[in-house]
């Protein structure tokens, strides 16, 4: 496990990459942070997906400026569609795919902000599967016309989770309507960020309210994301 340092227009991206045991080539995932940026959890998704044997990059959208700031231009790009937050998750899959250890399939993953820029970069981007968790990018990616020709989509979503149940009832309809392969599953007792294990003050206040870690949510939730990556990503099944 190792941060590598990607050079971009406006600065020194850094990510954080989980390698598989052993040797061969792997399947490569991206991995998208949610508003906590670089965290021990978001290294942890890495090291988990590493575990299931897929080179794993999860890089720093918020590297260039401020914690706000960044978040709100991510934002504004995620809804528009394209941007510089598109060209640094577009240098993070590039990476992965000059690696040797590569299969040249990628898959991407996001959670929460990052679960609707998982969503948002499904048609048209170059991903081989999409994981979003309890991610939702605005009533435009939501309809059947955005998503044609999606690469396969697998979701995630607690019945508490009052910012994107609705959305996640319209992505189904809309996927279906789109004939996109998918799968979308609603975890009862989860709430927002059922699978993010933050451990900082806010978010053990968050808690309290029905938003964070979920253990046996996010027990099966990644049993299968691992099992719908390797489908599609790996051509098992």
């Not at 050079?7 to 942070?33: C, E, F, K, L």
């Not at 697998?154 to 004939?179: M, Q, V, W």
Request: aromatic residues 10%.
């Amino acid at each position: 496990m190792a941060d590598v340092q990607l050079p971009r227009p406006r600065g020194t991206m850094s990510a954080y990459v989980a390698r598989p045991a052993g040797t061969g080539a792997w399947p490569g995932v991206v991995v998208i942070h949610d508003a906590a940026g670089m965290s021990e959890d978001l290294r942890h998704q890495g090291d988990w997906l590493a575990g299931e044997g897929f080179l794993a990059i999860a890089p720093d959208l918020l590297y260039w400026g401020g914690t706000i700031t960044c978040i709100r231009a991510l934002m504004r790009d995620i809804a528009a569609g394209s941007g510089p937050a598109y060209d640094d998750v577009e240098a993070a899959r590039a990476w992965l795919i000059d690696q040797t250890g590569c299969t040249g399939r990628v898959g991407v993953i996001g959670f929460c902000m990052g679960g609707g820029f998982a969503l948002a970069l499904a048609p048209g981007h170059g991903f081989s599967a999409s994981s979003v968790n309890y991610g939702t990018a605005g009533k435009d990616t939501l309809t059947e016309r955005f998503l044609a020709g999606a690469c396969p989509i697998i979701g995630s979503y607690g019945t508490r989770d009052i910012f994107t149940r609705r959305g996640a009832r319209r992505l189904e309809d809309a996927l279906t309507a789109a004939n996109v392969d998918h799968e979308i599953t609603f975890y009862a007792g989860a709430g927002h960020a059922f699978l993010n294990d933050h451990h900082d003050a806010l978010f053990r206040i968050m808690k309290i309210v029905g938003i964070g870690y979920h253990e046996p949510s996010a027990h099966d939730a990644r049993r299968r994301i691992t099992a719908f990556f390797d489908r599609h990503l790996r051509g098992t099944t």
